[in-house]
């Protein structure tokens, strides 16, 4: 099993995912799908986003959220959410460790939020871009 595990929550957008793909390919970390995904695995956005780097991805896919809890519930995750208080740079992260994405649209489930407080983290943003950004959803 790889040491850094991205893990994206129900996608949407193919091209998104074929651009995370291509940097686990490139880093040699894991990709973790979770159905629903917006898109079919052999999307032509999303494979032309990932280029050539598909036989090199390591990728699992799940059915569902419970599907990946069961699978990987005793690993160590964090949940990245524009809400956390902690930026993710102010935690040490294990050897082996799970990056939880939700969708683009609507984020991670409130309820794994509010699950895992301690391990939800946050990329910080530009104040103008996080304003634009909480503006699009409302």
Known sequence: MKDINLVL???EIPQNTGNIARTCAATGAALHLIKP?????????LKRAGLDYWQYLDVTVYENEADFFEKNGGEEIYYFSTKAPRAYTEVTYPGRVFLM????????????????P??????????????????ERV
Request: glycine share 8%; hydrophobic share 35%.
């Open 37 to 45: 995904l917006g898109f079919s695995i052999d999307d032509r956005q």
């Open 118 to 135: 301690d391990r939800t983290v946050r990329i910080p943003m530009l104040e103008e871009i996080g304003r634009a950004s909480c503006r």
């Open 101 to 116: 994405f939700g969708r683009e649209t609507a984020g991670l489930p409130e309820a794994l939020l509010q699950k895992h």
């Open 9 to 11: 929550h129900c996608p």
